[in-house]
């Protein structure tokens, strides 16, 4: 049988579907988590969900450019 761990971690995931056209979508998934010790948990949340949310909406910009060339 494992142990519990008694580490202490954060989880950070998000996702976002994208319209690429008519009943298309694409859903882009992207998270992490880290042990902690010292830090605050709260900080490394909002800096993990900062960090996600810049790399969901570069991905996401880039999707719908492919997308939108796709249609003419």
């Known amino acids: 049988m494992e142990k519990e761990s008694k580490e202490q ?3 950070v ?3 976002e579907t ?3 056209g008519d009943y ?3 859903k882009i998934e992207a998270g992490f988590n880290r042990t902690y010790d010292n830090e605050n948990p709260v900080e490394l949340l909002e800096h993990g969900i900062t960090e996600i949310s810049k790399l969901l909406k570069k991905k996401a910009k880039k999707i719908r450019r492919r ?3 796709r249609d003419y």
């Open 67 to 69: 997308s939108k060339r």
């Open 18 to 20: 994208i319209k690429t």
């Open 9 to 11: 971690k954060v989880w």
């Open 13 to 15: 995931s998000m996702s």
């Open 24 to 26: 298309e979508n694409i």
